[in-house]
């Protein structure tokens, strides 16, 4: 046989073979072909619930490619908008006060439909049904710390914030709802020095050994409970309420509609007690967040198999 | 009085099978350029090296200076020893000036003495007195040696020890700095201990020679005596002892005249100027080139005054050769014998 | 362009904080050079004169080398707590093998003939040391603590990753709002900061360099 013929048979098989591997792929599933990116930002929380999500729309039949520890929420919302990721959970006050740049609102309900709405005209992005627990920042002490300087609330604290060294995360600078906007609220809270350790378990490690006096937290943060931690009260209700939610790109949305069954099926089960127990025993107990995200779908009876 | 005694010097290294040096003794004289010549791991270097105890021997003495070399600190012995190395190892981030202060400084010298010193010893070694401030990058390997030399001159120590200096020297400069080391030896009179492999070297230098083999000596006396009478077939072997021209260059035309000990052959000149003449310093090698250029059978000698002192033929030199022969008794059994007995060799010099 | 007038404005709104953070940078750098040469140069020298001891030095701290900084910088933590401290740890880990193996090998590499000259003509071993040996290794010594200087001041910025403070502070930050703007005003002065003394400690150990024509 001559070369000639043997090529020709040669590359009309192969075009054979890729044409039907194009076809295959196109029909997959209940979904379109392209694996839904889901995302989540840099604390352990996040972690938990993006995990969740994942494991949510694999059991509707999705094909899921996961990128945890993004980063902060502006990297989350960079990413998201560029489409590097397709959906991620995000808190709706932060969606209000540091993405939007809005002012804070009492009413949660409210506060969903503002940055609902905001988000669909400005971002082409969404939001799906809220989780009811809230996870606000917070500024904890020791018991020690707050009997020594005599501090109940923010009020004390904003006053006696010159004789002490914070600790939080690196953009707790600098966000409306980080120190500034507390200045403005409370006035004071120029601190003595303001340490930048992470949304890790490094912060907390940081105050255990007295390298920090006070410490910024996560009112969900399950170390609060394990080191004995004094969270103050927010007298002047500055910290407004964080529910967290989906965000989601509102084309993959219109692609894969049943993304907001799988995921909205989920969000009434996150309570308060729910979350703090998932939190401790990834930061407490140590165990890997997606065997217990896993674990707490499996008992919820949410996966099918 | 003897500067350097040796007694029965050993040194053996650890992990080695025989010694490096083995139960060597002699003794050298004040004044004296003695070299030690040998191939190379016969030991001349480490009996070197032992002398300024930069090995320490494993048995034996060494009397510097009448002086117990081990009752001296090992530091001490040396700020009064010169020490010349074939590399020469001048230090690098010293100038020129530094680096032959060095033992002065050490010895606490003042420094408008040291200063003075400087300059006489760069006139000595033929170097510009600007070169004090130089580096010794800049200069050639033997002006680099020159240096050494005068830095080892510094402190004007009585001993001096030189292994190799020449070695690493291009052919050409090698041979003036020989030339210059002998005039400056004529001039200072130091007692030198030279170590070198090159036989001509030797030959050149030395007012006596410790000829080495495989640690031990096999004869020490002056060149013209180790060429006329070998001690053994590796020594004639090694000094060309065979070589009549080598004999010739040994000895001077004034001590030619001497030992011929009649001065008849005053050439006749037709009142014309004779082609050439014979300064009674050269040796009978450069004297015979200089007959066979002229063509004559003789030519007469004549010292730097224009005095004649005398004439030299042909004839002569032969009849010298023969004599030099029937004296050193060549055609002695060779000996088999290597070590060197108890009683020094002291032979009448030439 | 416009991102550096940014910056330069972010700097001038915030200058205590910058000129804090590059004080603390400054310090931490400074420290752990200053440990790397107090302990390294004497143990380089000491182990220039013990073979056997130096190659199992030299390769224990070459293998060194390799653990990336921030690794060690968290394995610290669990025993020198946050902040300053295992920020040093870190970054003096760091600077010590390029000052050791360079002082070792500086001194290792004077010309033997050198030494040799040096003990026969009768100098005492620490008179070889000081006047000889010391002076020809220096310009080594000084390309190692250049070295260590320059990989020093940039690692300094991890410091930000454990409250350790520095000018990383501003990188993390800039990182965690996704704000180049400020992410520069940690950056730059770091590089201008590596630059000036790899300029300046190249210079130094240019001058001092004799043996090299």
């Given at each position: 046989m001559?070369?000639?013929?043997?090529?020709?048979?040669?590359?009309?098989?192969?075009?054979?073979?890729?044409l039907?591997?194009?076809?295959?792929?196109?029909?997959?599933?209940?979904a379109?072909?392209?694996?839904?990116k889901?995302?989540?930002?840099?604390?352990?929380?996040e972690?938990?619930?993006?995990?969740?999500?994942?494991?949510?729309?694999?059991?509707?039949?999705?094909k899921?490619e996961?990128?945890?520890?993004?980063g902060?929420?502006?990297?989350a919302?960079?990413?998201?908008i560029?489409?590097?990721?397709?959906l991620?959970?995000?808190?709706?006050?932060?969606g209000?006060?540091?993405?939007?740049?809005?002012?804070?609102i009492?009413d949660?309900?409210?506060?969903?439909a503002?940055?609902?709405?905001?988000?669909e005209?400005?971002?082409?992005?969404?939001?799906?049904?809220?989780?009811?627990?809230?996870?606000?920042?917070?500024?904890?002490?020791?018991?020690?710390?707050?009997?020594?300087?005599?501090?109940?609330t923010?009020?004390?604290?904003?006053?006696?914030?010159?004789?002490?060294r914070f600790?939080?995360?690196?953009?707790?600078?600098?966000?409306?709802?980080?120190?500034?906007?507390?200045?403005?609220?409370?006035?004071?809270?120029?601190?003595?020095?303001?340490?930048?350790?992470?949304?890790?378990?490094?912060?907390?490690?940081?105050?255990?050994?007295?390298?920090?006096?006070v410490?910024v937290?996560?009112?969900?943060?399950?170390?609060?409970?394990?080191d004995?931690?004094?969270v103050?009260?927010?007298?002047?209700?500055?910290?407004?309420?964080?529910?967290?939610?989906?965000?989601?790109?509102?084309?993959?949305?219109?692609?894969?509609?049943?993304?907001?069954?799988a995921?909205?099926?989920?969000?009434?089960?996150?309570?308060?007690?729910?979350?703090?127990?998932?939190?401790?025993?990834?930061d407490i107990?140590?165990?890997?967040?997606?065997?217990?995200?896993?674990?707490?779908l499996?008992?919820?009876?949410?996966?099918?198999k | 009085?003897?500067?350097i005694v040796v007694?029965?010097?050993?040194?053996?290294?650890?992990?080695?099978?025989?010694?490096?040096?083995?139960?060597?003794?002699?003794?050298?004289?004040?004044?004296?350029?003695?070299?030690?010549?040998?191939?190379?791991?016969?030991?001349?270097?480490?009996?070197?090296?032992?002398?300024?105890?930069?090995?320490?021997?494993?048995?034996?003495?060494?009397?510097?200076g009448?002086?117990?070399?081990?009752?001296?600190?090992d530091?001490?012995?040396?700020?009064r020893?010169?020490?010349?190395?074939?590399q020469?190892?001048?230090?690098?981030?010293?100038?020129?000036e530094?680096?032959?202060a060095?033992?002065p400084?050490?010895l606490?010298?003042?420094q408008p003495?040291?200063?003075?010193r400087?300059?006489?010893?760069?006139d000595?070694?033929g170097l510009?007195?600007?070169?004090?401030?130089?580096?010794?990058?800049?200069l050639?390997?033997?002006?680099?040696?020159?240096?050494?030399?005068?830095?080892?001159?510094?402190?004007?120590?009585?001993?001096?020890?030189?292994?190799?200096p020449?070695?690493?020297?291009?052919?050409?400069?090698?041979?003036?700095?020989?030339?210059?080391?002998?005039?400056i030896?004529?001039?200072?009179?130091?007692?030198?201990m030279?170590?070198?492999h090159?036989?001509?070297e030797?030959?050149?230098?030395?007012?006596?020679?410790?000829?080495?083999?495989?640690?031990?000596?096999?004869?020490?006396?002056?060149p013209?005596?180790?060429?006329?009478?070998?001690?053994?077939?590796?020594?004639?072997?090694?000094?060309?002892?065979?070589?009549?021209?080598?004999?010739?260059?040994?000895?001077?035309?004034?001590?030619?005249?001497?030992?011929?000990?009649?001065?008849?052959?005053?050439?006749a000149t037709?009142?014309?100027?004779?082609?050439?003449t014979?300064?009674p310093?050269?040796?009978?090698r450069?004297a015979?080139?200089?007959?066979?250029?002229?063509?004559?059978?003789?030519?007469?000698?004549?010292?730097?005054s224009?005095?004649?002192?005398?004439?030299l033929s042909?004839?002569?030199?032969?009849?010298?050769?023969a004599?030099?022969?029937?004296?050193?008794?060549?055609?002695?059994?060779?000996?088999?014998?290597?070590?060197?007995?108890?009683?020094?060799?002291?032979?009448?010099?030439? | 362009?416009?991102?550096?007038v940014?910056?330069?404005?972010?700097?001038?709104e915030?200058q205590?904080?910058?000129?804090?953070?590059l004080?603390?940078?400054?310090?931490?750098?400074?420290?752990?050079?200053?440990?790397?040469?107090?302990?390294?140069?004497p143990l380089?020298?000491?182990?220039?004169?013990?073979?056997?001891i130096?190659?199992?030095?030299?390769?224990?701290?070459?293998?060194l080398?390799?653990?990336?900084?921030?690794?060690?910088?968290?394995?610290?933590?669990?025993?020198?707590?946050t902040?300053?401290?295992?920020?040093?740890?870190?970054?003096?880990?760091?600077?010590?093998?390029?000052?050791?193996?360079?002082?070792?090998?500086?001194i290792?590499?004077?010309?033997r003939?050198?030494?040799?000259?040096?003990?026969?003509?009768?100098?005492?071993?620490?008179?070889?040391l000081?006047?000889?040996?010391?002076?020809i290794?220096?310009?080594?010594?000084?390309?190692?603590?250049?070295?260590a200087?320059?990989?020093?001041?940039?690692?300094a910025?991890?410091?930000?990753?454990?409250?350790?403070?520095g000018?990383?502070d501003?990188?993390t930050?800039?990182?965690?709002?996704?704000?180049?703007?400020?992410?520069?005003?940690?950056?730059?002065?770091?590089a201008?900061?590596?630059l000036?003394?790899?300029?300046?400690?190249?210079?130094?150990?240019?001058?001092?360099?004799?043996?090299s024509?």
């Amino acid at each position: 046989m001559s070369s000639k013929t043997m090529s020709g048979r040669f590359g009309r098989l192969l075009a054979l073979g890729m044409l039907l591997a194009l076809v295959l792929s196109a029909c997959g599933g209940s979904a379109s072909s392209a694996p839904i990116k889901v995302g989540s930002k840099d604390f352990s929380e996040e972690f938990i619930v993006g995990e969740m999500y994942a494991l949510m729309l694999e059991n509707e039949g999705f094909k899921v490619e996961r990128k945890h520890n993004l980063g902060g929420t502006p990297v989350a919302q960079a990413a998201i908008i560029k489409g590097d990721i397709d959906l991620y959970p995000e808190y709706t006050s932060t969606g209000l006060l540091t993405v939007l740049k809005k002012a804070p609102i009492a009413d949660p309900a409210q506060i969903l439909a503002t940055v609902k709405s905001e988000y669909e005209k400005q971002f082409k992005l969404t939001w799906l049904t809220p989780s009811p627990f809230n996870d606000t920042n917070g500024l904890a002490v020791t018991q020690a710390t707050a009997d020594k300087y005599g501090i109940k609330t923010y009020s004390d604290l904003a006053a006696k914030a010159a004789e002490l060294r914070f600790g939080g995360p690196a953009e707790f600078a600098e966000r409306e709802d980080g120190i500034k906007g507390l200045a403005k609220t409370y006035g004071g809270f120029v601190p003595k020095e303001l340490k930048q350790l992470g949304t890790g378990p490094l912060r907390y490690d940081a105050l255990k050994n007295g390298d920090i006096d006070v410490v910024v937290v996560f009112t969900t943060d399950a170390r609060i409970a394990s080191d004995k931690l004094v969270v103050l009260q927010d007298d002047k209700t500055f910290y407004p309420i964080y529910n967290i939610a989906p965000v989601v790109r509102q084309d993959t949305l219109q692609s894969n509609p049943k993304i907001a069954d799988a995921l909205n099926k989920l969000a009434p089960l996150l309570t308060d007690d729910v979350i703090a127990g998932l939190n401790a025993q990834v930061d407490i107990e140590g165990k890997e967040f997606a065997v217990v995200a896993k674990a707490f779908l499996d008992s919820a009876g949410l996966l099918k198999k | 009085m003897s500067a350097i005694v040796v007694e029965n010097l050993t040194q053996q290294f650890p992990n080695e099978l025989r010694p490096a040096v083995d139960q060597v003794s002699f003794e050298v004289e004040d004044g004296a350029f003695v070299v030690l010549l040998g191939p190379s791991g016969c030991g001349k270097t480490t009996l070197l090296k032992m002398i300024n105890r930069l090995y320490e021997p494993t048995s034996g003495r060494i009397l510097v200076g009448g002086v117990d070399a081990r009752s001296l600190k090992d530091t001490d012995l040396r700020r009064r020893i010169g020490y010349a190395i074939q590399q020469t190892g001048l230090f690098p981030h010293m100038r020129i000036e530094r680096n032959i202060a060095v033992v002065p400084r050490l010895l606490g010298w003042e420094q408008p003495r040291i200063n003075a010193r400087i300059d006489e010893l760069l006139d000595l070694v033929g170097l510009p007195r600007a070169y004090r401030m130089r580096y010794p990058r800049q200069l050639s390997g033997g002006e680099q040696q020159r240096v050494g030399l005068a830095r080892a001159l510094a402190a004007d120590p009585a001993i001096m020890l030189m292994d190799e200096p020449f070695g690493a020297i291009d052919a050409i400069t090698r041979t003036r700095l020989q030339d210059e080391l002998a005039g400056i030896q004529r001039k200072l009179r130091k007692t030198i201990m030279f170590v070198t492999h090159d036989v001509e070297e030797a030959l050149r230098l030395a007012d006596k020679i410790i000829i080495m083999r495989a640690g031990t000596i096999v004869q020490y006396d002056t060149p013209l005596n180790i060429i006329t009478r070998p001690r053994d077939k590796f020594v004639r072997d090694l000094t060309g002892a065979d070589d009549m021209l080598r004999r010739l260059s040994l000895i001077s035309v004034r001590d030619a005249l001497a030992m011929r000990g009649h001065n008849n052959g005053l050439a006749a000149t037709n009142g014309a100027a004779p082609p050439a003449t014979l300064s009674p310093d050269e040796n009978l090698r450069d004297a015979l080139s200089q007959l066979l250029r002229a063509g004559t059978k003789s030519l007469p000698v004549v010292d730097p005054s224009g005095k004649q002192l005398g004439a030299l033929s042909f004839e002569d030199l032969r009849a010298l050769l023969a004599n030099t022969e029937a004296v050193a008794g060549y055609s002695d059994p060779i000996r088999t014998e290597h070590r060197v007995p108890a009683e020094r060799t002291e032979n009448q010099p030439a | 362009m416009k991102l550096l007038v940014e910056s330069y404005q972010y700097f001038l709104e915030n200058q205590a904080r910058f000129w804090q953070a590059l004080g603390q940078h400054l310090t931490l750098s400074m420290t752990a050079l200053a440990i790397s040469m107090l302990v390294g140069v004497p143990l380089g020298i000491w182990i220039s004169r013990r073979a056997r001891i130096a190659e199992l030095v030299i390769n224990g701290f070459g293998a060194l080398r390799l653990v990336p900084s921030l690794a060690i910088l968290f394995l610290a933590l669990p025993y020198l707590g946050t902040g300053f401290r295992p920020a040093l740890f870190a970054l003096t880990v760091l600077a010590f093998p390029p000052v050791l193996i360079n002082t070792y090998a500086g001194i290792h590499n004077v010309d033997r003939a050198v030494v040799e000259a040096a003990r026969g003509m009768g100098m005492e071993p620490n008179q070889v040391l000081r006047q000889i040996e010391l002076p020809i290794a220096f310009p080594a010594m000084i390309a190692g603590i250049r070295t260590a200087a320059v990989e020093v001041i940039a690692s300094a910025t991890l410091a930000a990753f454990i409250g350790g403070g520095g000018l990383g502070d501003f990188i993390t930050r800039g990182f965690a709002l996704y704000e180049p703007r400020i992410m520069l005003v940690g950056a730059l002065p770091v590089a201008l900061l590596a630059l000036v003394s790899e300029a300046a400690l190249a210079s130094l150990q240019r001058r001092f360099d004799v043996v090299s024509a």
